[in-house]
């Protein structure tokens, strides 16, 4: 079959790689992709939010399954106008319509969800410009650290954790009424603080049934030792060492469940992967968010311990067939480091040329921010290149993405060289 799947990062350079390796493949295309789709797949120079463009696209090159990789789209309907459209009603999209890419597009719609349906997270109250004063109240009747969040999408911005009680409500005032994050903070979610140690959870869904994927850990600050600003992830490791089968089940069954059974009961359909942020705080999971695709990072170190054929998993997804299938998962640790522009995430610079990618032998190579110019691969955003390695445990993996880490160069290169330290 020909498929297309929608994006440019590590983890649709990740997922291309691992579609591609099907022999039910005819023809793969990633819009707009980046330097590492390019020598997999067809990458077509279409934007991810650019419906029109998708459907001429799809029709002229008889698509049969469409991938979402990043929430935007999700949000904005992509699935949804597939769906309304009657030449591609037909042609399967994996990823939510706009209703259930909600649990990521708002926060409070996602906090309601997980109250209705008595799923472990964070006590909050929620507030508007109407009743920022409750909202000052609010804060002053909880302990530091304070939690805001604005409740739509702020390109990963919108989460404040400030210890301030007079910072906490400049910055609720700078959040609803000084539009800090334009509408994304017309409503902000005020949340109790969960200290403890994070972990992602992916699952795969048909709406009907599920599949729990490899858990992943990721480290989202730039610096080491998990200081400085918060980024995208620097690096990821899977399986996790510290989730054993008790925690693997309290997992499962008080939050996998009930939200596969929520969206059922809310009637809201769901196909695709769902991502779950969790942290555990005494032994107990509980929920900091929910995303609509699978996590970056993560994908680079969750989809090389995928045994299947990727294809025939999606497919069951298509199908609601996905209870009849089994997943395969590889007993060794995978671990990603990603490379990123000096400056990021702040200000950087691109367009500088990326050499030493054909000497690495033993690990996975993923792009992120990268295009090819006149046959040269060059840098085209913070986070530029992942080296993926397996081991016999996660130390071993990480040895070897290391070792050959070191053999990558660009102008201002940084890489965090603590991922795992925690651990
Ligand atoms: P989010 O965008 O909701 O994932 O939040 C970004 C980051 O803020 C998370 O990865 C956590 O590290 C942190 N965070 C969010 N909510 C809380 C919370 N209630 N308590 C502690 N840390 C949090
Ligand atoms: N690595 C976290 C994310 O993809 O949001």
Same mark, same amino acid.
């Given at each position: 079959m020909n498929i297309l799947l929608l994006g440019s990062g590590g983890r649709e350079h990740t997922l291309a790689w691992k579609i591609s390796q099907?022999?039910?493949?005819?023809k793969l295309f990633v819009a707009p992709g980046n330097a590492g789709t390019s020598k997999i797949a067809n990458n077509i120079d !279409?934007?991810?939010?650019?419906f029109g463009q998708i459907k001429e696209l799809v029709l002229a090159e008889n698509i049969e399954m469409v991938v979402v990789g990043p929430e935007d789209p999700l949000v904005k309907g992509i699935h949804d106008f597939f769906l309304q459209d009657a030449e591609l009603a037909q042609i399967p999209v994996i990823g939510p319509q706009k209703l259930g890419a909600t649990l990521e597009g708002s926060k409070e719609f996602a906090k309601t969800f997980m109250k209705r349906h008595n799923i472990p997270t964070a006590a909050y109250e929620s507030f508007t410009l109407d009743s920022m004063e409750e909202g000052f109240l609010f804060l002053e009747s909880m302990n530091p650290p304070y939690v805001l969040k604005a409740?739509?999408? =702020? =390109?990963?911005? $919108?989460v404040l954790i400030l210890n301030d009680i007079n910072e906490a409500k400049e910055e609720l005032k700078a959040m609803l =009424?000084?539009?800090?994050?334009?509408? =994304?903070?017309?409503t902000v979610v005020i949340e109790e603080f969960l200290n403890g140690i994070e972990l992602s959870c992916f699952v795969l869904t048909d709406g009907e049934h599920y599949k729990i994927l490899p858990m992943a850990k990721d480290y989202?600050? +730039? $610096?080491?030792?998990?200081?400085?600003l918060n980024t995208g992830g620097m690096g990821a490791i899977s *399986? !996790? *060492?510290?989730? #054993?089968g008790a925690f693997m089940q309290k997992i499962e069954e008080r939050i996998v469940k009930p939200t596969i059974v929520g969206l059922k009961k809310d009637s809201i359909p769901y196909v695709g992967f769902i991502f779950i942020g969790l942290i555990k705080v005494d032994g107990e999971p509980k929920v900091i968010e929910y995303n609509v695709r699978m996590g970056d990072p993560e994908t680079e170190v969750v989809m090389p311990r995928i045994k299947n054929d990727f294809v025939e998993v999606l497919q069951a997804v298509a199908e609601k067939k996905l209870g009849e299938l089994r997943l395969d998962i590889d007993e060794r640790s995978a671990v990603t480091v990603m490379t990123v522009s000096g400056g990021y995430p702040e200000a950087y610079e691109k367009g500088k040329e990326i050499f030493?990618?054909?000497? +690495?032998? #033993?690990s996975l190579i993923f792009h992120a921010g990268t295009k090819e110019e006149n046959g040269k691969v060059m840098t085209n955003g913070g986070r530029v290149i992942a080296v993926t390695s397996y081991g016999n445990d996660f130390r071993e993996a990480l040895a070897v993405s290391y070792k050959n880490i070191e053999k990558i160069c660009f102008d201002d290169i940084y890489y965090r060289k603590d991922i795992g330290f925690d651990l």
């Open positions: 099907s022999n039910k493949v005819k !279409v934007k991810v939010d650019d409740d739509g999408l =702020a =390109a990963g911005k $919108g =009424a000084d539009a800090k994050f334009g509408v =994304a903070s017309q989202k600050r +730039i $610096g080491e030792g998990d200081t400085g *399986p !996790v *060492p510290f989730v #054993d030493g990618l054909d000497e +690495i032998y #033993d």
